[in-house]
């Protein structure tokens, strides 16, 4: 097995030697690619060394392949993380229509959410560092697609008061206006099935990742429910907003140990090929917006976690895979 396939060889690897590996692999296989510069990336107690590339504006990271134990069927919360969900016991509860004592609904509404235990070898790859969105593709501001709409005109005067403190207008399923510190950004909205979504990836040279190619990336293996063990740390997630109290990037927007910014937000879920659970990292916001406590509307982002609600019929995923709560993360296996 080559270091590419082996994370422990990958890191004992030499610096310049590896860097010779990934410049030949560059130069071999990757050659739409552009070499940004070499990268050590570290956190949750794993570093990986690699290189960053450029794809047309976009950013990649090589990550090394490994065999790995994913999913999960034991955890230890913390007493004021448990406590801080059994105040939603009576979600959980209704969530599971069960009988049982607090702690053993607790325990049941978790394990029901995580993925088996299993051996998953996982190849190297070319990995996109974030997601993209589906569905909305940037146009001009003059474009005869927005000014035709009764409510363009005054939505857009609205963004342009400068008193204003909205960023974002999302008109029905049309379009979306944006206040950015450049100026003002216009998107149109098209849908797309699943089908349709993954044959356009595919075309244009890509492919999503698999469940265990997902949980390897966001979680390297790790035996806990989040990459940092199995208790949410409100000082790390803090609220739904773009930046801490202190004005630095929230810590889950920062790159993890692969280079990835991943499972940093529940509102998002990113599509999956060829998994049964064709979504992960995410519910769309469910829990946060059923006002849920901050453990139970964090856990979608863990690492294994699974969402059974993609399959209700009434919710027809597949048929419209696109839209505000699905994205996408190009990867090129090696």
């Not at 230890?76 to 609904?105: H, Q, S």
């Not at 049309?174 to 950004?185: A, C, D, N």
């Not at 699943?194 to 698999?210: I, M, S, W």
Request: glycine letters at 6%; one cysteine or more.
């Amino acid at each position: 097995m080559t270091p590419l396939h082996d994370r422990k060889q990958w890191n004992a690897l030499p610096t310049a030697e590896a860097e010779a590996v990934l410049i030949n692999l560059l130069k071999t296989r990757l050659p739409r690619f552009e070499l940004k510069r070499f990268e050590r990336f570290s956190k949750f107690g794993m570093e990986t060394y690699t290189m960053v590339l450029d794809y047309d504006g976009c950013e990649f990271v090589f990550v090394p392949g490994d065999t790995v134990t994913l999913g999960l069927d034991r955890w230890t919360l913390a007493p004021e993380n448990k406590r801080d969900i059994l105040k939603d016991i009576d979600l959980v509860r209704w969530m599971l229509k069960d009988i049982g004592d607090d702690e053993a609904a607790l325990d049941q509404y978790i394990r029901e959410r995580m993925s088996p235990v299993r051996t998953a070898t996982i190849d190297p790859m070319i990995v996109e560092c974030a997601v993209r969105e589906t569905g909305y593709f940037p146009v001009n501001l003059d474009d005869e697609r927005l000014v035709q709409d009764d409510r363009f005109a005054e939505t857009l005067r609205s963004l342009q008061d400068p008193g204003s403190k909205t960023r974002t207008y999302i008109i029905g399923d049309k379009y979306r206006l944006e206040k950015t510190s450049v100026g003002i950004r216009a998107s149109l909205y098209e849908s797309a099935s699943y089908d349709e979504l993954l044959a356009e990836v595919v075309r244009n040279g890509f492919r999503l990742p698999t469940e265990d190619e997902w949980e390897y990336l966001c979680g390297g293996g790790t035996r806990s429910l989040y990459p940092w063990g199995d208790n949410l740390d409100h000082t790390k997630t803090y609220r739904h907003v773009d930046k801490s109290p202190d004005g630095a990037p929230l810590y889950l927007d920062t790159p993890n140990h692969f280079g990835l910014v991943i499972a940093n937000d529940p509102y998002r879920y990113e599509v999956m090929m060829e998994s049964d659970y064709f979504l992960k990292g995410g519910d769309g916001g469910t829990n946060f917006c059923g006002g849920a406590c901050l453990d139970l509307s964090w856990l979608p982002a863990s690492t294994y976690f699974r969402d059974t609600n993609i399959f209700d019929e009434d919710m027809d995923w597949k048929s419209e895979i696109t839209g505000d709560y699905s994205f996408v993360r190009r990867i090129v296996r090696i």
